[in-house]
């Protein structure tokens, strides 16, 4: 456990003490703000709220910050010959996979939260508008949360598997992409509104929970997918010292 | 010598090693004994570099044995791996990093802490001559410094073993230098593994010397005993001023020249044979000068490095391993 907090510090400085970092959180604020805004605009005087708005605004732009966090972690490593280095010395498979997992959710968390503040700004900014319902935004966080859980333990595997960070990132967020894609496809063709299909929408999850419908069938189904990815990714690092 | 010094550090039995339908590793046997200096010489593709990374439980081998330290390498890998500093071939290092935070990260996670993590960061930076350069960020460093932290890195936790691959490689004469006894003054405290391209090292730091050819390895023995295998021959140069076709012909009539080569310059003869050692075909030939009154201005004996023997060897099919190996007159018959 020692060792995964040393390698954690090192995954957050080594995001930190570059531009990168900070350059990606503001094109995914901005990205997100303007998104929410625009979306606020069209639907002004309807009896739409602001939250869902919202979250459809970070739901559109998770799949890309999460691919542009995730595909360094492992890959960068493997390119430069790092990953050499840190498994000759004493460390298990599972702290370094943890860390690098942790560390990208938290710069993950670190990119998300500032746009919660949007609607604020905008509620205090328009006196008009309904006051934002706390109750709702912890109901979508909350599964927001739990998307990110799932999409960046996606997001290490897929970093696993090559040295390529152009390839991790493509493999990573088509693989992401697709329950993201279920909602807007459900809309444009019939087949995808099946029930079974339905299920794996992240979208309708989200304003399930939003509304304050709670259900453990999407909590199940993501804390199941996060553990079976990291287990994963655990074992593909091992895969070196297997024949 | 007590037991445990006697017991080798490094043990090696059947080690082999696929990739593919390519064998890297063929049955490889070899041991090394506390406080050895043992290079690791081969040509590319030899497979050194994967028996360093199997001994630092990188990777994984399809047969055989590997111990380190007693420790299994497939068994007991967290033990091996607390007992061996490895520096990878063109050390890989956290560019985005200072060289003091580094040493840091590197020995927090090799289990130091507190005041003795400090004075191992210390001696090391002084050990490899990093004390100046301890701020500095390691993108920044020249390729001879970054060798000299990843050195440091290897010696943060005092292991017993160090294995060392390709650790010269890029570097200026200076650094090679400077690096080669660094290496040498780790010897009575350390066993030091170390995989090198550059024979004349090996020669002057190691204490014995395994050559490895396909997998396989072909020798093993002190540098000294290598080089004696290479006693019964020896090549001598000559120029001689005289009739061109008359110096050829009286050096190739003498006993025991062989692979004469001859080329004329402004008068001279530059000559050049091969001769079993012990015969004296150099004080036949300078009878034959002066018997003829040519004139002589040069007679030398070349002197044999573990170049001409690790060339012997790795370019002709030879088995030989260990004392009493066959010389190389065994292999040329």
Known sequence: MRNFWILLKRELAAVFLTPVAYVTMAVFFSASAWTFLATVKVKVGTAEYLEPQLFSAILLWLPMLITVICMRLFAEEKRTGTIETLMTTAVGETSVVLAKYAGALLFCWICVVPVVAVPYILVEASPGLERVDQYALIGGGAMVVLISFCCTSIGVLTSLLTRNQIVAALCCFWAILAPFMVHPLMTVIPFFRQATIERFSMFQHVMLFVSGTLSLQPVVLYLSVTVLMLFSAIRVLESRRWL | ?333
């Not at chain 2, 990739?19 to 010489?41: M, N, S």
């Not at chain 2, 993590?117 to 020249?142: F, K, M």
């Not at chain 2, 010397?209 to 023995?221: N, Y």
Request: hydrophobic fraction near 40%.
């Open chain 2, 1 to 333: 010598m007590d037991k445990a010094d006697e017991s080798p550090v490094i043990s090696v039995k059947n080690l082999t090693r696929r990739f593919g339908r390519v064998t890297a590793l063929d049955g490889l046997t070899f041991e090394v004994r506390r406080g050895e200096i043992v290079g690791l010489l081969g040509p590319n593709g030899a497979g050194k570099s994967t028996t360093l990374r199997i001994l630092s439980c990188y990777l994984a081998a399809n047969g055989g044995e590997a111990q380190v330290g007693g420790a299994d390498v497939f068994e007991a890998s967290m033990d091996v791996r607390r007992r061996i500093g490895y520096l990878p071939e063109n050390v890989p290092l956290y560019t985005d990093m200072r060289v003091h935070e580094y040493l840091q990260f590197r020995g927090a996670l090799k289990g130091l802490r507190g005041k003795r993590l400090r004075s191992r960061i210390e001696n090391v930076l002084q050990q490899c001559d990093l004390t100046a350069e301890s701020r500095a960020l390691i993108g920044r460093l020249s390729k001879g410094f970054r060798q000299r932290v990843g050195l440091a890195d290897c010696l943060l936790h005092e292991p017993d073993c160090l294995i060392l691959d390709e650790p010269t490689i890029g570097l200026d004469p200076n650094q090679i230098r400077h690096l080669r006894e660094l290496i040498r003054s780790l010897a009575p405290q350390h066993t030091v593994l170390i995989s090198t391209h550059i024979l004349s090292e090996v020669e002057m730091i190691c204490s014995r010397v395994l050559i490895l050819d396909r997998g396989r390895i072909i020798a093993s023995d002190t540098p000294e005993a290598l080089l004696g295998l290479m006693q019964g021959d020896e090549r001598i140069t000559a120029e001689i001023q005289g009739p061109a076709d008359e110096v050829a012909k009286g050096v190739s009539e003498m006993p025991g020249v062989r692979n004469l080569t001859i080329t004329t310059d402004g008068g001279w003869n530059r000559l050049g044979f091969r001769s079993s050692r012990g015969i004296g075909v150099r004080e036949q030939l300078f009878d034959l000068v002066a018997d003829r009154g040519w004139r002589l201005r040069e007679l030398g004996v070349e002197r044999r490095h573990l170049e001409d023997v690790f060339a012997a060897l790795t370019e002709r099919d030879v088995v030989a391993s260990g004392p009493g190996a066959p010389t190389m007159e065994d292999h040329h018959a």
